[in-house]
Nanobody, 117 residues
């Protein structure tokens, strides 16, 4: 059974920084972060493949950095460094793990990020 455990998140003011981390049991081709606000669809924030390729939402380019650790064969970690946070970054952030061959996608429980002005 796959488990994704998220940490980080919280309340910050505009311009401040925050880090999110996610630890997944298993090895995944792509790991990333999505976010969702009430009444809106979940959207991709950033993702990183095991080969190092990254994908960022336009709104976070230059402010967010995604990295991952593939230190062993049974766990994968992904981190999201968020800087220069804006009120529009306020959302619940979800960790995502994707295995391409099986088309399986897994989700964390979500962590709240609130940016106040």
């Amino acid at each position: 059974q796959v488990h994704l455990v998220e940490s980080g998140g919280g309340l910050v003011q505009t311009g401040e920084s925050l880090d999110l981390s996610c630890a997944a049991s298993g090895v995944f081709d792509i790991m990333g972060w999505y976010r969702q606000t009430p009444g809106k669809q979940r959207e991709l924030v950033a993702s990183r493949s095991v080969y190092g390729s990254t994908n960022y939402a336009e709104s976070v380019k230059g402010r967010f950095t995604i990295s991952r650790g593939d230190g062993d064969l049974v766990h994968t970690t992904v981190h999201l460094q968020m800087s220069d946070l804006r009120t529009e970054d306020t959302a619940v952030y979800f960790c995502n793990a994707h295995q391409i061959a099986s088309s399986n996608m897994y989700w964390g429980q979500g962590t709240q990020v609130t940016v106040s002005s």
